[in-house]
């Protein structure tokens, strides 16, 4: 597996890859501004968003929020730019294009 670029992931693991891809980078955004989730849920709220920080926290979490919801995220957070391949100078595998799948993503296996 290469160690940068896209992973090639199994078409039904796809959904899956990419929902924790875009938790990803909404977190490391997040940190970036130095953002808690009660900042984003304030900030949310003040848009008229009817969640609360737990609520907020979960969606994340799970990595299966909407695309409106990721949007209005970042745009509450003051994220206008949105860098795709992020990578963290010290842990390069971790975030955005060099966000590797296990290896359960690749075999499609659960861990036993």
Request: charged content about 30%.
């Amino acid at each position: 597996m290469k160690k940068h670029g896209m992973a090639q992931v199994p078409p039904e693991k796809h959904d899956e890859f990419m929902g924790r891809y875009a938790r990803t980078l909404l977190q490391v955004e997040m940190r970036k501004r130095q953002m808690t989730y009660r900042d984003l849920t304030e900030r949310l709220t003040k848009k008229g968003a009817q969640d609360n920080e737990r609520n907020v926290r979960n969606k994340v979490a799970r990595g299966t929020f909407s695309a409106a919801f990721f949007l209005d995220c970042l745009l509450a957070i003051g994220c206008r730019v949105l860098e795709l391949g992020y990578s963290h100078p010290n842990h390069p595998e971790m975030f955005g294009l060099y966000f590797e799948p296990s290896e359960d993503d690749v075999t499609g296996d659960e861990a036993k």
